[in-house]
């Protein structure tokens, strides 16, 4: 019974060493990484894709759907002359902060206004809402970022699963972040 079990350990042990030396044998120093040229010419063929961040002004961009329930959305518009943001220069506020917004609607009506969860303390226990943003929500582009049009290098293959239209294109994270915490109890 031994034996046989050895022999077994043994025989898997042999096979996952050859596709090892296998999968090895296949790639060469030259062609190592993502891209498709020779790691040796550094030449005119090897280009990384441009970025190209999309120029719409505010107000005429469209939105982009949410890569998942409650993803950060991304910058549909031109962000030029935004970035970065500084303590003296956050010109995100001027438009989304929901003080601001309402009015700014008149003239964009797409506007999102900046989500309830940005305006709580999320390191206290209940949660305290707070009258202005909250601090750790003042570097916009920390988490939201604009998109460029570049074609992936490896296809995603994720897909989503949202619950239900209304997640596509907007947030409900102060509505449900709570779910399941008094089973905690
Ligand atoms: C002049 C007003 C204005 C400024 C300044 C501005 N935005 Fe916007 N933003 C808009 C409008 C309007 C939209 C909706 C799309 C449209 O109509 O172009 C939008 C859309 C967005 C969205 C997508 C929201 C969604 O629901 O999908 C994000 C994220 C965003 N902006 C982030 C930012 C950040 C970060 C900054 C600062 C770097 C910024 N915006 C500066 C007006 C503005
Ligand atoms: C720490 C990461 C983070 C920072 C910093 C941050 N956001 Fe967000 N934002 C998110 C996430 C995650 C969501 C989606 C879930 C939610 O509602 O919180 C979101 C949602 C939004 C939405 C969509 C609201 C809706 O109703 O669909 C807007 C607009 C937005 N943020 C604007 C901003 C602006 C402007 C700033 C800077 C003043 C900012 N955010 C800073 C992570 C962040």
Redesign the pocket.
Known sequence: MMKKSLIITCALFALISIGYAETKSNETEKELGLRKTDLYSEGNETVGDQTKYGKDATGTSTKIERAFT????MIPHDVEGMLPITIKN?Q??SC??KANAEGMKAGMPNL????A??YKDLRSADQKDLPT?AG?????S???APQSETKPLVKNEFTPDFQSDAEK??????ETINIGKDTLK
């Open positions: 409650n993803a950060p959305p956050n995100c506020l989304h902060d999102t206004a900046i989500p969860s940005h943003l750790a929500r003042f570097n916009c920390q988490c939201h294109k907007g947030s409900n994270l102060a």
